[in-house]
């Protein structure tokens, strides 16, 4: 696997947070996307922290230094077809979780493997999914 994939949000935590183990990936990469999605999950998270001010700096050292993944109209179009699918497939996912839908098609888009731990991106066709 090459050194250029898109981060879930749990693996940014990870890196972000103290006595959590960073997901080895992250420290060899040789490009590092972030899908706004999980931007805007990050930014929410801090908003809603007791370290708001520390988190909210931490976030954007992280979107100054990683490419931020942006959607458009073929992004709405693959998430379109990812949640009709589900659809038919009646997976127990959840309305929050959504989201991560967003975060899939952006990686289909642009041909990117994703960095999570989260095992339902697993269901995603095509998704290449890195876990650590």
Known sequence: MNGR???DTNAVVDYLRERRPIPPALLTASEILLPLTVLGELFAGAFASERAAENLDAIARLAAMWSVL???????RIYGRIRAGDRRQRTAWTEPARNDFWIAAVCLQHSVPLLSNDKSFDEIDGLQVMHW
């Open 5 to 7: 994939f898109a981060v």
């Open 70 to 76: 942006l959607p458009d109209s073929e992004t709405a």
